[in-house]
C-alpha cells in the first residue's frame, strides 16, 4: 500500500450515524472474487434516490467522508473498505468507528480519524455553505484541519496504525521487513521438514 502522511481534500457530509456495512456495501456485491470494482456498489441501495448525498454533483470528486457516529458497524468484511477506497475516499472522519472496521482500514490505507462531536457538526455546516471546502488530515501529527473555518482537532490513532499508514505498510509489507530473518531461517531448516516450494 502507498504511504500516507498528509490528506488534503474536499468532504461529502453523509449525516446518518450507526452506518454499518451492509449498507456500505449490500450483500449481493459480496459474490465478486476481485478486490476492484466495489466503488460502484458503494451505498448502492441508497443510492437508488436521487437526493442520496454522493448523487449530487457537488460533491463529486471528494475524497473524505464525513459521517456521523458509529460508522461501520456490524459484519467484519473487508469489502466495506475496498468499496471506500475504490470510489475515491481516502478518509472517513467520525465521532467514532466499529473496531473491525477500524483496524480494517488502518491494514488497508484507508485513514478514519475519530473527531469531536461538536467537529463534525462544524465541518457538515461548513460544507452545506461551501462543498469545496478544504479539509487537511495530517497522519504524522494527528490533526484534522478546515483552515477556512478556523477548524484544527487532534484525531484518535494508535500509534501502530498510524507507523503502518506513514511507511505503507500493509500485513505482507510487514512480513517482508524480516525477509532476510526468514531467508536465513529457511536455509538452516532441516531438508526432511516440509516445504512451502512446489515439488522438483
Do not use: C
Amino acid at each position: 500500500m502507498e504511504r500516507v502522511t498528509v490528506i488534503t481534500g474536499r468532504g461529502v457530509p453523509l449525516q446518518h450515524s450507526d452506518v454499518d456495512t451492509d449498507q456500505i456495501i449490500p450483500s449481493d456485491w459480496l459474490k465478486r472474487v476481485e478486490r476492484t470494482g466495489f466503488g460502484e456498489g458503494l451505498f448502492s441501495e441508497w443510492r437508488e434516490n436521487s437526493d442520496f448525498v454522493l448523487n449530487q454533483e457537488r460533491h463529486q470528486g471528494a475524497n473524505i467522508l464525513v459521517a456521523g457516529p458509529n460508522f461501520g458497524t456490524g459484519s467484519s468484511r473487508e469489502h466495506a473498505v475496498w468499496a471506500l477506497m475504490d470510489y475515491g475516499f481516502q478518509a472517513v472522519l467520525s465521532t467514532r468507528f466499529a473496531d473491525i472496521f477500524r483496524n480494517n482500514s488502518g491494514k488497508m490505507g484507508l485513514v478514519v480519524a475519530a473527531i469531536p462531536e461538536a467537529a463534525v457538526a462544524q465541518l457538515w455546516e461548513a460544507m452545506e455553505d461551501d462543498h469545496n471546502l478544504e479539509i487537511v488530515i495530517d497522519v504524522e501529527h494527528k490533526r484534522v484541519a478546515a483552515p477556512a473555518i478556523g477548524l484544527d482537532v487532534a484525531f484518535e490513532l494508535d500509534d501502530f496504525t498510524q507507523y503502518r499508514l506513514l511507511n505503507g505498510l500493509d500485513d505482507v509489507g510487514l512480513t517482508l521487513r524480516h525477509a532476510d530473518d526468514i531467508d536465513a531461517f529457511e536455509s538452516k531448516r532441516p531438508t526432511w521438514l516440509p516445504s512451502a516450494g512446489l515439488p522438483a
